[in-house]
């Protein structure tokens, strides 16, 4: 961290001592102050629920300029990255900080593909699941049940089982939700295969069955990788910094990463594209296109308590860049499969224009994120609604690697502690059970 010849004084009204700050300076973006002292030298902690002011960490991997609209892996655009790379690529130079070589790839591409497979035994831990229970319920039970199957990989504080836990966590989540998918339609798992791509490889592990080949669709195997790339990394949101914090215990990888899909699943977060596109599904059944104006007027009453799911971002305040590049895979997957006019589609665009006009929004900088359009694509695909979300477990899987691993190779790593401002009752006696009111 750099310092800046900047420091804050902090002062306060009653008298105490002022205290003087350090300031450190970012590659790019805001500079953060230095509070760490704060408690020992004023007895005071900052407050700051849902860290709206609180950077947590420094990190070299995912920059957002929220109020541009730029999203950089590792400095790489992501207008970049998700035309000119492909997943395993971005997989590489999140976790290893540069893009690879000819034989860098090669070499990655291999090591990814051979660990595909989940051990055997899998299944039947599988099989004690419900048919009907939700993917994400599901998937959190797997990966964080991956500890119990890769013991050899659980030590977070040696280097080559962080290493190994991550291809096996990267290459076997594909699996596992096509696994969960299968599981709940009653169908026969589908074995990996390694002449496949990473996103094809998912998608015949999904579609294809017993009795019939799946071809998959360039065009297709294309949207997924895309959508994949887009979900890789966003610095240090809600579930990463679990991924984090869990982490920061010593527990192992695996654990730590079946806390980020836990968290994940929420509808504020990953849930999030579920949930959008069950709102343009029950704004079609009533009665589509000219409902929208009586479903804008529900979001904007607070006491409704209706959002616009897939608007809306706590860091962006400018149209997401992953949603700009999401639309255009929703026309490119639509055309392929002779979609144009699917309704929803259409549904969507008309939402997005209404509310991008409305005043409520536009003062509120709220624009779609990457949720809005990425239900429409998996829905074209035949990825079904309540897989959405573990689609993108598989996709941030990568990140939150990245992002534990860097944590616990940074020498300031500790566990994290938050704190807090205790509002509750002082000391007091307990009553005997007759005298309580
Ligand atoms: N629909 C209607 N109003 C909204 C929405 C929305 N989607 N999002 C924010 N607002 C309003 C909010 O009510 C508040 O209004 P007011 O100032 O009058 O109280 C104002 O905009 C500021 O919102 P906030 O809740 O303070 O913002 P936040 O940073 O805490 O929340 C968010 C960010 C993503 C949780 C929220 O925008 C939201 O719930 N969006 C819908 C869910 C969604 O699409 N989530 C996916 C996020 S992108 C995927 C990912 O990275 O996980």
Known sequence: MTPSNVKATLSFSDGSPAMELPI???SVGPDVIDIRKLYAQTGRFTYDPGFLSTAACNSTITYIDGDKGELLYRGYPIEELATQCDFLDVCHLLLYGELPNAKQQKAFD???THHTMVHEQMQFFLRGFRRDAHPMAVLTGLVGALSAFYHDSTDINNPKHREI???RLIAKMPTLVAMAYKYGMGQPFIYPRNELSYAANFMRMMFATPCEEYVPNDVLVRAIDRIFILHADHEQNASTSTVRLCGSSGTNPFAAIAAGVACLWGPAHG????????????IQRSGGVEKIGEF?????DKNAGVKLMGFGH???KNYDPRAKLMRETCHEVLDALGLHDDPLFKLAMSLEKIALEDDYFVSRKLYPNVDFYSGIVQRAIGVPVSLFTAVFALARTVGWIAQLNEMIGDPEYKI???RQLYV???RRDIKPIAQRP
């Open 24 to 26: 450190y300076r970012g």
């Open 110 to 112: 291999s090591l990814v």
């Open 165 to 167: 836990a991550a291809i």
């Open 271 to 282: 849930g999030a594209n579920e949930a959008a596109l069950s709102m343009l599904m029950e």
């Open 296 to 300: 804008i007027k529900q979001v904007k």
């Open 314 to 316: 706590r860091v962006y």
């Open 416 to 418: 994290g502690r938050p």
């Open 424 to 426: 509750g009752a002082t």
